[in-house]
């Protein structure tokens, strides 16, 4: 019995010591994906625009990219994010010149942390059919 509290006693001061030495202790969550558009261009690929919440804490813990995945689960662009956006949320991103499937109507568009990887909000977005076109989904 004794050897059960001495063990609970120290898990506590290793987690209270470390929320209060200072050190980077995540708590952000997973980056969830609010919005999404796409545009079909001229040339046949679209532009995508992206809005990602994360309560980035700095440079150990924020969204660091989000994909376009086609039904499949093929990954047919990527938008790495090089930077923590801590005091702008939710942020907004573009990525042009992804190339898509003809027989590809809809895409699910992911975001990742530098923590947790995958595992917040994700957002199906149908595609436009004509140039110039273009599709979203609001929060």
């Given at each position: 019995m004794k050897f059960q509290y001495l063990v609970t006693a120290m898990v506590s001061l290793v987690f209270a010591g470390g929320a209060l030495s200072g050190l980077p202790v995540a708590h952000a969550g997973e980056a969830d994906v609010v919005t999404a558009s796409a545009t079909k261009s001229s040339d046949g690929t679209f532009r995508f625009t992206i809005s990602v919440k994360h309560d980035d804490t700095g440079w150990d813990h924020y969204a660091n990219a989000w994909d376009v995945?086609?039904?499949?689960?093929?990954v047919l662009g990527v938008r790495e994010l090089l930077h923590?956006?801590?005091?702008?949320?939710?942020?907004?991103?573009?990525?042009?010149?992804?190339?898509?499937?003809?027989?590809?109507h809809s895409?699910?568009?992911?975001?990742?942390?530098?923590?947790?990887?995958?595992?917040?909000?994700?957002?199906?977005?149908?595609?436009?059919?004509?140039?110039g076109q273009s599709t979203s989904v609001p929060n």
């Open positions: 995945v086609g039904p499949d689960g093929a923590p956006h801590v005091n702008e949320q939710p942020f907004t991103r573009g990525l042009s010149g992804v190339r898509i499937p003809d027989n590809v895409v699910t568009i992911r975001a990742r942390d530098l923590v947790h990887d995958y595992g917040g909000a994700e957002v199906m977005l149908e595609l436009p059919k004509t140039v």
